[in-house]
């Protein structure tokens, strides 16, 4: 039975958003109801934040109608947007830090005495008595915003943004550098407003939490919207389906041939590993030949793993061990030299240098290993580059044919060259065959598993096509909510069964 308008605080209708050359948003519509927490849900690039922005008057809407307490409005700044009654905290709290709580609540707003002076005392009591009234908390307000954690810093956001009296309050993965106490003090809090009438998007890849916290969820995917859901009636295993756009059958298996065999030597290995933020307390182990899946939504911590075992992100707590030692990683060259090897997933902005030759794209890595002082010879480099070049076939006029000026999927296998060309013990592919042709994400699928069948090579692959993992894998970990949460292995390597386990609902055999 459909709602009546009354029954919601925000309608947006028909929301088109578009940039040149890409439509972000293609008709899509969201329905807030008054006093309710509803969840904006999609993978990353599908719209959720584009959407918010439009809704805050950051982006301006293409087409599309939004009405908002029964009144059509066209929110012009994200000012604007905020004295209609529509807040936001993001993640990254966007406060002042240098200066006090009572400050950072009351900014532009500050209570004036005579001839139009800032009331100090009155501005602090003011903000005292919030915080507590509201919130509970009770903190010197005249301390500087960033002498407190971004826990209490985004409990002062929120609390600025209930005293500009916001009948809509957005939560942009706010619980994304909090523990579990305070997450669910935020949840608590959370409750007392929707309470008082205040309507909450909450935005987060956290499923657990999302069903812990939530009325309602919106689903987008690819800038579309797919639908509206009562949470009792959507288990997980749905959700992810409508998310990532695959349907799922109970029992489903799918061939699991072509695996290439693991090895017993443990090449690398980590021990509750933490990134704060990014990785939660991991633990697992890559063995020699064999090729190795992180599978998780976008958003889900796969690339942050990634990053973490090349060094590009550091751990603040654990330990790793290569071959059995503990090595110390202080940036990625050090695990370059550990002869380890990372193709990252956007390879237009962090792999090729457009402007440069295949060759020089192919050379850079081991040059930069080798150091400044160790010029590689004009033809060693030629070598290498045809080498690759035959080994990969790469379709290329001739060696220095500008990178930029090939196909995607050739791109993509020079980026492979190039760190192929470094010798490592361990490859990791993070989505290397999006964007591509068939034929050559089937030639990078066959790569990954020859080099760990014939070179004894440890290979990662990273891939939102589960089809792909499938294929490909010998060994699966399952990532969600910046963690790993089970491992599949041999038989058990299925898509049904890897979107069972990204929703909770499948835990796989000790591997």
Request: aromatic share 6%.
């Given at each position: 039975?459909?709602?009546q308008?009354?029954?919601y605080?925000?309608?947006?209708?028909?929301i088109d958003?578009f940039f040149p050359?890409?439509?972000a948003?293609k008709?899509?519509?969201?329905?807030?109801k008054?006093?309710?927490i509803i969840?904006?849900?999609?993978e990353?690039?599908?719209?959720k934040?584009t959407?918010?922005?439009?809704?805050?008057?950051?982006?301006?809407k293409t087409?599309?109608?939004?009405?908002?307490?029964g009144?059509e409005?066209?929110p012009t700044?994200p000012?604007?947007?905020?004295?209609?009654?529509?807040s936001?905290?993001?993640q990254?709290?966007n406060l002042?830090?240098?200066?006090?709580?009572a400050e950072n609540?009351?900014i532009g707003r500050?209570?004036?005495g005579?001839?139009?002076?800032?009331?100090?005392?009155?501005?602090?009591?003011?903000a005292?008595?919030?915080l507590f009234?509201?919130l509970?908390?009770?903190?010197?307000?005249?301390k500087?915003?960033n002498?407190?954690?971004v826990?209490?810093?985004?409990?002062i956001?929120?609390?600025?943004?209930i005293?500009t009296k916001?009948k809509v309050l957005?939560l942009?993965e706010?619980t994304?550098?909090?523990s579990?106490?305070?997450t669910e003090?935020?949840f608590?809090?959370?409750?007392?407003?929707?309470?008082?009438?205040?309507?909450?998007?909450f935005?987060?890849?956290f499923?657990?939490?999302?069903y812990?916290i939530?009325?309602?969820?919106?689903?987008l995917r690819?800038?579309t919207?797919?639908g509206?859901?009562?949470i009792?009636?959507l288990?997980?295993?749905?959700?992810i389906s409508k998310?990532?756009?695959?349907?799922?059958?109970?029992g489903e298996i799918e061939?699991?041939?072509?695996?290439?065999k693991?090895r017993t030597n443990?090449?690398i290995?980590?021990?509750?590993?933490t990134?704060p933020?990014?990785?939660?307390?991991?633990?697992m182990?890559?063995?020699e030949g064999?090729?190795v899946?992180?599978a998780?939504?976008?958003?889900?911590?796969?690339?942050e793993i990634?990053?973490t075992l090349?060094?590009?992100?550091?751990?603040?707590?654990?330990?790793?061990y290569i071959?059995?030692?503990?090595?110390?990683?202080k940036?990625p060259?050090?695990?370059?030299?550990k002869?380890?090897a990372?193709?990252?997933e956007?390879r237009k902005?962090?792999g090729?240098?457009?402007?440069?030759?295949v060759?020089?794209?192919?050379?850079?890595?081991l040059?930069?290993?080798?150091?400044?002082?160790?010029?590689m010879?004009?033809?060693?480099?030629?070598k290498?580059?045809d080498?690759?070049i035959?080994?990969l076939r790469?379709?290329v006029?001739?060696?220095?044919?500008?990178?930029k000026n090939?196909?995607?999927?050739?791109?993509?296998?020079?980026?492979?060259?190039r760190w192929?060309?470094t010798?490592?013990n361990?490859?990791?592919?993070?989505?290397?065959t999006?964007?591509?042709?068939?034929g050559?994400?089937?030639e990078?699928?066959?790569l990954a598993?020859?080099l760990?069948k014939?070179k004894?090579?440890?290979v990662?692959f990273i891939?939102g096509?589960?089809?792909?993992?499938?294929?490909?894998?010998s060994?699966?970990?399952?990532?969600?909510d910046?963690?790993?949460v089970?491992?599949?292995?041999?038989d058990e390597?299925s898509?049904?069964?890897i979107?069972q386990?990204?929703a909770?609902?499948?835990?796989?055999?000790?591997c």
């Open positions: 039975m459909a709602l308008n009354d029954e605080i925000l309608q947006m209708k028909h958003m050359g890409v439509k948003l008709d899509v519509e969201f329905n807030l008054k006093g309710e969840s904006l849900m999609g990353n690039g599908a719209g934040s959407l918010v922005k439009v809704l805050t008057g950051v982006y301006h087409n599309g109608q939004i009405i908002f307490d009144k409005i066209t700044t000012l604007a947007s905020q004295q209609m009654g529509i936001t905290v993001y990254e709290v002042c830090a240098n200066l006090s709580v609540i009351y500050e209570p004036r005579s001839f139009g002076r800032i009331d100090w005392a009155t501005m602090q009591k003011n005292s008595d919030l009234r509201e509970g908390i009770d903190i010197d307000v005249t500087e915003l002498f407190y954690p826990a209490m810093q985004q409990m956001a929120i609390a600025r943004a005293d916001c957005i942009d706010p994304s550098s909090l579990d106490k305070e003090r935020l608590k809090i959370m409750r007392a407003l929707k309470e008082q009438g205040i309507s909450i998007i935005i987060s890849h499923l657990e939490q999302i812990t939530c009325d309602r969820i919106t689903v690819d800038g919207y797919i509206e859901y009562e009792e009636n288990p997980k295993i749905e959700l998310m990532m756009g695959k349907e799922i059958k109970e061939s699991n041939v072509d695996k290439s693991p443990i090449f290995e980590t021990e509750h590993v990134v933020g990014k990785v939660k307390a991991l633990s182990d890559i063995k064999e090729v899946g992180f998780g939504l976008l958003g889900s911590g796969r690339s990634a990053e090349f060094g590009t992100l550091l751990k603040t707590n654990g330990n790793i071959d059995g030692t503990s090595v110390s990683v940036s060259m050090d695990m370059m030299k002869r380890i990372f193709c990252p956007d902005v962090q090729i240098i457009g402007d440069l030759s060759r020089e794209n192919i050379i850079l890595a040059q930069a290993k080798n150091g400044m002082f160790r010029h010879s004009r033809s060693r480099q030629n290498l580059a080498y690759y035959k080994l790469i379709k006029s001739d060696r220095e044919q500008l990178i090939l196909s995607g999927g050739n791109q993509q296998k020079v980026i492979i060259a192929l060309a010798e490592p361990l490859l990791i592919l993070d989505e290397p999006r964007g591509i042709d068939v050559t994400k089937t990078i699928e066959s598993v020859s760990a014939e004894g090579m440890s990662v891939s096509e589960m089809g792909e993992m499938v294929r490909t894998c060994r699966v970990m399952v990532i969600r910046h963690e790993k089970t491992e599949l292995c041999d390597i898509t049904a069964h979107m386990a990204i909770g609902d499948y835990h796989g055999k000790s």
